[in-house]
């Protein structure tokens, strides 16, 4: 009896696959998805859009001959398949964990992986570059880019579906259309995308046409009606006409996992005549049954039992489930309130809201920026909205932050969920954004230490008439077990003292305070009383207690942020010309932080308790004065 993975055991580049017959990919196909959900159940991670993508990409490296053909994958959470069949296998089954295989594409990891993914949206125009690039060095490379339906309607997308007929005739561009991004699509263009899917009609005039001109002679005038007749039927049975109009041929729809033909396709269309989409329908958590039901659900997620679908990941309040219960709360009290997500309604607790209150939830898709300019014409229109996006992937709104909400002091609240370090690695780490916002204009920061403190916090935002930016982590406090029944209290911006001492201080942001407290116990098992402050406020920073504590003893600061830009940077700057002793910082530090669990992670970068115990114990001599951790 062969073993489950005989034919994945063989396969050790896309050379081996290519030694496979047509008919022996099927087989090949139930062994990645046996391997899919037996990895992910064990480490967590992206589940639901690897089952979707099995065939195509098993095809893609059965037509083309990477790595010397590009394969531009976008986003990079479907690339699981991709590295299965680049000699990662065994390196797959430490998906995610530290030293492991990472969740995402990295050309670090693989010359497979030809450009890096993390985010959303970027395949089409890195794809356009190295096409172009191709072309310049005279090379017969091919370039496909393969891009999501849910990443299509994401800005930079357009922009580069916008540029590709006008710089090349030879980018393949596969359209992975599963109906989904994280939640589920929305607005014009997947809409249009799910007519194509449903009308069949376009395709039978076409062929019907081609059928009955072959059959009379050619010539200049029929051949201009043949065009014709063809434009024709686009516009009245083929919204992706679209695509055509943009200088791009539009092929498909083509089933997703139907391997034969899809391979005959790619083959065909391999060497085109001019830049082309080919549209490809998958669905999403394919082979799974509980993955079919609940996509969303199994698109990112903890380890699970596989026999039941079933999480083993926090439970409990969390912060985002906290968010989902106020925003509930605030909906009841606020008629003006407008609740704003870029494709994550589940990630950030708002799937009871939207369903509650669908008149008051906007999902804009991947679309930050639209996102973010989309609530400040909001607020300018008397509505209160509230924003809800993880801490890394606001990066990509940086400018509309500040140009179109900012300078205008406009009350939009942004609620970064994610903020600090997450196991999916460097894409994903939400440790660089208060580096950016620390110094924008009319900002408001705040940082809640737990789940009730939260709550307070978004009702005082509520409040304010200015630009709020409240950011808090994955997961809870494990501090709060349900959110307080008593009304939200106004959160005052001095900061918060926890505990006294008089040998040092720390200054503690979010859910780090409970990590100093923590700090503080062991410390004073060993003849160290410490004081520990809630900071609350990065802006406005309560600059005077810190330095009325400054200038009696030493200064720690604990940040799950980067130290360059945070609250590390606002102590420094805050002290640099009033008299203090010894400053240290504990946060991570202006490097590449790896994929791993936190705790790990914490460990190596000299940030779990025990390390930062027995520095603060070492800290007496004035050399290791504003030292960076």
């Known amino acids: ?331 009841g009290k606020e008629p003006g309130l407008a609740v704003i997500t870029a494709a994550m309604a589940q990630g950030t607790g708002l799937s009871e809201f939207s369903s509650k209150y669908p008149g008051k939830f906007y999902d804009v898709g991947i679309a930050e920026e639209h996102a973010v300019v989309f609530a400040a014409g909001l607020a300018a229109a008397g509505l209160r909205p509230v924003v809800a996006i993880y801490a890394t992937f606001i990066q990509r709104a940086l400018d509309c932050v500040f140009h179109d909400v900012c300078l205008q002091n406009l009350p939009v609240i942004f609620c970064l969920d994610r903020s600090g370090i997450v196991e999916d690695g460097p894409t994903h780490h939400g440790i660089n954004d208060l580096a950016f916002f620390r110094g924008l204009p009319n900002l408001t920061i705040m940082t809640p230490k737990d789940e009730n403190e939260l709550r307070d916090m978004i009702f005082t935002a509520y409040e304010m008439k200015s630009p709020v930016i409240i950011r808090y982590p994955r997961g809870g406090s494990k501090k709060i077990t349900e959110l307080s029944a008593a009304p939200p209290a106004p959160v005052k911006t001095a900061a918060e003292i926890m505990r006294e001492g008089k040998d040092g201080v720390i200054w503690a942001m979010g859910p780090e305070v409970f990590t100093a407290l923590d700090i503080a116990e062991e410390l004073a098992k060993r003849n160290m009383e410490i004081t520990v402050v809630n900071t609350r406020f990065l802006r406005p920073f309560d600059a005077g207690l810190l330095k009325r504590q400054a200038a009696k003893m030493p200064v720690f600061t604990l940040e799950d942020c980067r130290t360059v830009g945070g609250l590390a940077s606002e102590a420094d700057e805050t002290l640099i010309n009033s008299e203090h002793k010894n400053i240290m910082h504990f946060g991570w530090k202006s490097e590449i932080i790896p994929h791993g669990p936190t705790e790990k992670l914490r460990e190596n970068h000299g940030l779990g308790k025990n390390e930062i115990v027995e520095k603060v114990l070492r800290f007496k001599e004035p050399s290791e004065n504003c030292v960076l951790m």
């Open 1 to 331: 009896m062969k073993n489950k993975t005989a034919l994945l055991d063989t396969i050790q580049s896309p050379a081996d696959l290519k030694k496979l017959s047509v008919e022996e990919l099927p087989a090949l196909a139930s062994e990645i998805r046996e391997v899919l959900i037996n990895t992910v159940s064990q480490t967590g991670g992206h589940l639901a859009s690897n089952l979707g993508v099995v065939e195509l990409t098993i095809a893609l490296h059965y037509v083309f001959n990477a790595p010397k053909d590009k394969l531009v994958w976008d986003v990079g959470h479907q690339g699981y398949v991709h590295k299965l069949l680049t000699g990662r296998k065994e390196l797959f089954r430490k998906l995610r964990n530290y030293n492991g295989c990472l969740g995402f594409l990295s050309p670090d990891e693989s010359e497979y992986d030809c450009f890096g993914a993390g985010h959303a949206g970027t395949a089409i125009s890195a794809a356009l570059g190295m096409a172009v690039a191709a072309e310049r060095r005279g090379s017969d490379e091919k370039v496909v880019a393969i891009i999501g339906d849910g990443s299509l309607n994401c800005g930079i997308s357009l922009e580069g579906l916008n540029n590709v007929s006008a710089n090349t005739r030879k980018l393949i561009i596969i359209l992975n259309d599963n109906k989904m991004s994280i939640s589920q699509n929305v607005g014009a263009i997947p809409s249009s995308l799910n007519r194509i899917i449903s009308g069949r009609g376009y395709n039978r005039v076409k062929n019907m046409a081609k059928m009955i001109m072959s059959k009379v002679p050619a010539h200049h005038g029929i051949n201009r009606l043949i065009n014709k007749i063809e434009e024709t039927a686009k516009s009245i049975f083929l919204p992706g006409v679209f695509f055509e109009e943009l200088g791009l041929r539009y092929i498909g729809p083509l089933d997703g996992h139907d391997l034969p033909r899809l391979i005959r396709a790619l083959d065909v269309l391999k060497n085109p005549g001019r830049s082309l989409l080919v549209h490809v329908i998958t669905e999403k958590g394919r082979g799974y049954q509980p993955a079919e039901d609940a996509p969303e659900k199994f698109h990112g997620l903890a380890a699970f039992d596989r026999t039941t679908g079933k999480s083993n990941g926090e439970n409990g309040l969390t912060f985002s489930g906290a968010f989902g219960k106020t925003m509930l709360e605030l909906a």
